[in-house]
């Protein structure tokens, strides 16, 4: 029997606009921050990375408390929506903080600014609006089809997103005037764009009533519960934990493959490649994405796509480090492009996986979590890719990185080397790993079944 639609097309569509704004932050963020800061402010990228490390001890706090209150919200709009909304307005302000560090002020000074910028930006309103924007897919479908294809509407439009920041912010700052007036226009009007594509997103769709969405809420459990039990709640279903250190360690990956613009500008002496190798990992992701809804019918379901695509990616960003010691661009971006394509489905189907770990909450424990289950995208985005940010700032600090240099010395280039080529192909083999062990709809159909024999 088919399941039954929810969503039309521009619901969809209009859903997955809102990883526009989301990656007006994030990609702007994790690309350029460590460049701005030690490039055009001239701080310590040692000290930067372990003010970034700092502010991640903020995170996982709050990314439980902000999904735990959503879980509690109770509006006409729904539970997820306001949050989303109003969320984004302290993230366009803050985002532009981050950009604007006055030249006037002293270097402690500077320091402290960003700190409390960069920990509001990220523990507080990025949380709440990432948090609430990904719990949506839970709460205006139960069809399984459309939440995969909301996933791949989104990561579509998130890929468009940093392909497009990635390629023209460096022109785009020297547009505005270059230096750190430069790049404070360029936040501001990304934040602008940000604010309004966020709006028109959180305002295309409807959430579900909670009678809908819980049919059988008669043998539920009441949902009240502290924000110790919500931890508990998350950290006893083990499909959670995998999730949440696979997308910790997707987004190290991420800050590895940002911090590029370093590898381009000292290694391969061409700072015009970044942009380059930005389109063949987004392209095929995109490609990916737009196939990965009709992949997941063929195959029937998503464990099985999702480890045979990382196995893919896997092998094509080993074969990235053969190419870069062969010494050769052309092959280095054939097998860039290989790895993205592999990875995509695990992009388009995450939001569908994070929606059937939260069935499984619900199945062994007979509490609706979807809130705060979704908190693990949110921790995994800021604890994952504030973590590789800042230790790409301790790696370069240790490898007497210098600014003020044109060429670098021998054992920075060679720091660049590891943290471009090796560092990335050991955690695609970790998550790898991870996804063959990642059977979450197996372990569903299990709960039911016996859940149906027991009936009888």
């Given at each position: 029997m088919e399941e039954k639609r929810y969503l039309k097309w521009y619901n969809k569509v209009g859903y997955g606009s809102g990883d526009v704004a989301g990656n007006v932050v994030y990609a702007f963020l994790s690309?350029?921050?460590?460049?701005?800061?030690?490039?055009?402010?001239?701080?310590?990228?040692?000290?930067?990375?372990?003010?970034?490390?700092v502010s991640k001890l903020f995170d996982g706090v709050t990314d439980i408390f902000f999904g735990s209150m959503i879980d509690k919200t109770k509006t006409k709009m729904g539970k997820a929506k306001p949050w989303m909304l109003y969320g984004y307005i302290g993230c366009a302000v803050t985002l532009i903080g981050v950009f604007a560090i006055p030249e006037s002020l002293g270097q402690t000074a500077q320091y402290a600014w960003f700190f409390i910028a960069y920990s509001l930006l990220n523990a507080v309103f990025y949380t709440a609006n990432n948090i609430a924007y990904s719990a949506l897919t839970a709460l205006i479908t139960?069809?399984?089809k459309e939440r995969v294809e909301m996933g791949s509407y989104r990561f579509i439009f998130a890929f468009s997103t940093s392909l497009l920041i990635q390629s023209v912010?460096?022109?785009?700052?020297?547009?505005?005037?270059?230096?750190?007036?430069?790049?404070?226009?360029?936040?501001?009007?990304?934040?602008?764009?940000?604010l309004i594509i966020n709006t028109v997103s959180a305002l295309s769709v409807k959430e579900l009533p909670e009678e809908v969405l819980n049919e059988d809420a008669s043998s539920a459990v009441d949902e009240k519960y502290s924000l110790i039990e919500a931890a508990k709640l998350?950290?006893?279903?083990?499909?959670?934990?995998?999730?949440?250190?696979?997308?910790?360690?997707?987004?190290?990956?991420?800050?590895?493959?940002?911090?590029?613009?370093?590898?381009?500008?000292?290694?391969?002496?061409?700072?015009?490649?970044?942009?380059?190798?930005?389109?063949?990992?987004n392209i095929p992701l995109i490609i990916a994405l737009v196939i990965t809804p009709s992949l997941v019918a063929k195959w029937k379901g998503l464990y099985k796509l999702n480890l045979v695509g990382?196995?893919?990616?896997?092998i094509g960003r080993a074969l990235v480090v053969v190419a870069a010691y062969m010494g050769s661009v052309p092959l280095m971006i054939a097998f860039t492009a290989v790895?993205?394509?592999?990875?995509?489905?695990?992009?388009?189907?995450?939001?569908?996986?994070?929606?059937?770990?939260?069935?499984?909450?619900?199945?062994?424990?007979h509490k609706r979590v979807d809130g705060t289950m979704y908190s693990c995208t949110s921790l995994g985005v800021k604890l994952g890719g504030g973590l590789g940010t800042a230790i790409t700032g301790w790696l370069l600090e240790f490898s007497h990185f210098n600014s003020s240099l044109a060429v670098q010395p021998d054992s920075c280039l060679s720091?660049?080397?590891?943290?471009?080529?090796?560092?990335?192909?050991?955690?695609?083999?970790?998550?790898?790993?991870?996804?063959?062990?990642?059977?979450?709809?197996?372990?569903n159909e299990k709960l039911k079944n016996s859940k149906m024999l027991k009936a009888k």
């Open positions: 690309t350029f921050v460590m460049l701005y800061l030690t490039n055009t402010v001239g701080l310590n990228p040692g000290i930067v990375g372990t003010l970034i490390a139960k069809n399984s912010t460096i022109k785009f700052v020297e547009i505005m005037g270059g230096g750190a007036a430069g790049w404070r226009i360029v936040a501001i009007i990304y934040a602008i764009i940000g998350l950290f006893s279903n083990r499909f959670y934990i995998m999730i949440c250190v696979t997308y910790i360690l997707q987004q190290i990956y991420s800050a590895m493959l940002s911090m590029g613009i370093y590898y381009m500008m000292y290694v391969l002496k061409n700072e015009d490649l970044f942009p380059v190798f930005s389109w063949v990992i990382y196995t893919i990616g896997t790895a993205a394509f592999g990875m995509g489905p695990w992009q388009g189907d995450m939001n569908a996986v994070i929606a059937n770990c939260s069935e499984y909450t619900y199945l062994t424990k720091m660049l080397h590891t943290m471009y080529l090796w560092i990335p192909v050991v955690i695609c083999v970790i998550i790898t790993f991870i996804m063959s062990q990642m059977n979450v709809e197996k372990a």
